[in-house]
């Protein structure tokens, strides 16, 4: 399985690590579960990739992909993009 639960704690030190290095960056995108449900409906999908990215602003941003069952990219299928950029979400231990 790729991807593994962390703790809360371990994620809040990801995450400030993040925003050290990173102050004036978009600290998160949020996607509905829509976006998530349609690329894993795809014919072949058994996973997605998430690509870092930089948007048209030169803002970081993400890249959502389907992803086959032999680790291939669906980019010939559906590819997402404008996820709601959150520079300053309700505070949480993952994000203050």
Do not use: H, W
């Not at 790729?2 to 978009?26: C, H």
Request: glycine share 8%.
């Amino acid at each position: 399985m790729a991807g593994s639960i962390i703790s809360l704690e371990e994620g809040s030190t990801m995450t400030a690590s993040f925003r050290s290095k990173f102050p004036d960056e978009t600290k998160a995108v949020y996607y509905t579960a829509d976006v998530y449900n349609d690329l894993l409906a795809q014919d072949g999908c058994v996973g997605i990739r998430i690509y870092n990215a930089i948007d048209e602003a030169g803002k970081m941003t993400n890249v959502l992909v389907g992803v086959d069952a032999d680790g291939n990219d669906m980019y010939d299928q559906k590819i997402y993009d404008f996820g709601i950029r959150e520079l300053t979400p309700a505070n949480n231990p993952l994000n203050s």
